[in-house]
């Protein structure tokens, strides 16, 4: 199916673990970003691709790290979990990062609960 | 990037327009209107984006005021299943802030029978 391919949907980690959010599309798009939504509030961007080889940090980025070697795959790293990371992670893609006539597709969320 | 204001929460009934209201009163010239829409906690949707023109899809229409401050989105023949909470976005596609979408806390549409 094309599109944004979260894995996995739903993950409980304990305090200290460490783990892997996987991002995948198919598009051939060339951006793609992270992002947390936590209850009630709107997204916020924690890291951004705007190609292989290529990331920046973006709004929220501390405990996170990412890379980006191959144009489809944007792997998220939790290297320490804490409490503060509960919340429901979006990988989100779109052609190009500053043409205005696409939007970005999001794929359906990883909910990751830190005890 | 602009500020938007959008009200909390509407109410539609189901086969009547939905009209979603922005404000965006800071907007500068290189900056894009955008809206996206969250269906109970799926992952945000792109519906549609203009710059100064009124545009139209299969989704909605977006008509923006001549001096561009404020805008509307048009679902015109609202549906159970476009109850969610729609974004309100600006966003300079020309500038370093390109990257970054900008999510509010929107305006939860609810469709009543």
């Not at chain 1, 199916?1 to 991002?23: D, E, H, I, W």
């Not at chain 1, 060339?30 to 940090?57: C, F, N």
């Not at chain 2, 800071?26 to 949707?45: D, K, L």
């Not at chain 2, 109850?83 to 549409?109: E, M, P, W």
């Amino acid at each position: 199916n094309a599109g944004v391919t979260q894995t996995p949907k739903f993950q409980v980690l304990k305090t200290g673990q460490s783990m892997t959010l996987q991002c995948a599309q198919d598009m051939n798009h060339e951006y793609m970003s992270w992002y947390r939504q936590d209850p009630g509030m709107g997204l916020r961007l924690i890291h951004y691709s705007v190609g292989a080889g290529i990331t920046d940090q973006g709004e929220v980025p501390n405990g996170y790290n990412v890379s980006r070697s191959t144009t489809e795959d944007f792997p998220l790293r939790l290297l320490s979990a804490a409490p503060s990371q509960t919340s429901v992670y979006f990988c989100a893609s779109s052609y190009a990062e500053r043409v205005p006539y696409y939007g970005y597709t999001f794929g359906s969320g990883t909910r990751l609960t830190v005890v | 990037d602009a500020k938007t204001t959008q009200p909390p929460s509407m109410d539609c009934a189901e086969g009547r327009a939905a009209n979603l209201p922005c404000n965006h009163s800071t907007i500068s010239g290189n900056e894009y209107v955008y809206w996206y829409r969250q269906i109970h906690s799926q992952g945000p949707q792109y519906i549609i984006h203009g710059l100064k023109n009124n545009e139209t899809n299969e989704m909605a229409s977006l008509i923006i005021t001549e001096d561009r401050k404020s805008s509307t989105l048009i679902l015109p023949h609202a549906t159970l299943r476009d109850t969610a909470v729609y974004y309100c976005i600006v966003r300079d596609i020309n500038t370093g802030t390109a990257s970054k979408l900008t999510f509010g806390t929107g305006t939860r549409l609810q469709v009543t029978l």
